[in-house]
T-cell receptor, first 116, second 111 residues
Framework: AQSVTQLGSHVSVSEGALVLLRCNYS??????LFWYVQYPNQGLQLLLK??????LVKGINGFEAEFKKSETSFHLTKPSAHMSDAAEYFC??????????????FGKGTLLTVNP | DGGITQSPKYLFRKEGQNVTLSCEQN?????MYWYRQDPGQGLRLIYY???????QKGDIAEGYSVSREKKESFPLTVTSAQKNPTAFYLC??????????FGPGTRLLVL
């Protein structure tokens, strides 16, 4: 079975500071890994995904994440936070559970607050 | 514009009533999914469908039912057997094995 742990349900940073959101996963097979962002009362928007190519993945809005197999981690970073980054962020792992049957398992989310 | 639409945005359910949430996509995706989101719980899979006329239970299927009569449509019915239906419901779609794309969600409230 696969699982995702997001350390910190709430992270608060100042505008211009580094954003670091942590994600650790467990999977019995090579994983696909995703970060999604959700603004209040909206659906999820894909930020970036890792699919076994380059371990450093660049996404939208200046975010990037690094896949570290030895640490089973996929932490999300952004060098300089903007007020518009305030949202909830979800890490998810997907693996092939047979044939073309891919299922996503989500972490519980991290709420990012950006202070002026 | 390609995308996923969900309706209504807000839905109210009375005790003992079944309600149906709509999900439509024009992305030509084969697979569609329904998730339930509760505060601090992340997203939990209710049902998913890989092809028309076929669907499988997810992790929390009790009290819910679905149909997949058309590739574009995957409606979710919240039955009276679901005793705690208040939540935000998200529909998603994907080509098999690829990224899931999400609709805007429906918030279900109980009167």
């Amino acid at each position: 079975a696969q699982s995702v742990t997001q350390l910190g349900s709430h992270v608060s940073v100042s505008e211009g500071a580094l954003v670091l959101l942590r994600c650790n996963y467990s999977s019995s097979v090579p994983p696909y890994l995703f970060w999604y962002v959700q603004y209040p009362n909206q659906g999820l928007q894909l930020l970036l995904k890792y699919t076994s190519a380059a371990t450093l993945v660049k996404g939208i809005n200046g975010f990037e994440a690094e896949f570290k197999k030895s640490e089973t981690s996929f932490h999300l970073t952004k060098p300089s936070a903007h007020m518009s980054d305030a949202a909830e962020y979800f890490c998810a792992v997907s693996s092939n559970s047979g044939g073309s049957n891919y299922k996503l398992t989500f972490g519980k989310g991290t709420l990012l607050t950006v202070n002026p | 514009d390609g995308g996923i639409t969900q309706s209504p945005k807000y839905l109210f359910r009375k005790e003992g009533q079944n309600v149906t949430l709509s999900c439509e996509q024009n992305l030509n995706h084969d697979a569609m999914y329904w998730y339930r989101q509760d505060p601090g719980q992340g997203l939990r899979l209710i049902y998913y469908s890989q092809i028309v006329n076929d669907f499988q239970k997810g992790d929390i299927a009790e009290g819910y039912s679905v149909s997949r009569e058309k590739k574009e449509s995957f409606p979710l019915t919240v039955t009276s057997a679901q005793k705690n239906p208040t939540a935000f419901y998200l529909c998603a779609s994907s080509t098999s094995g690829e990224t899931q794309y999400f609709g805007p969600g429906t918030r279900l409230l109980v009167l």
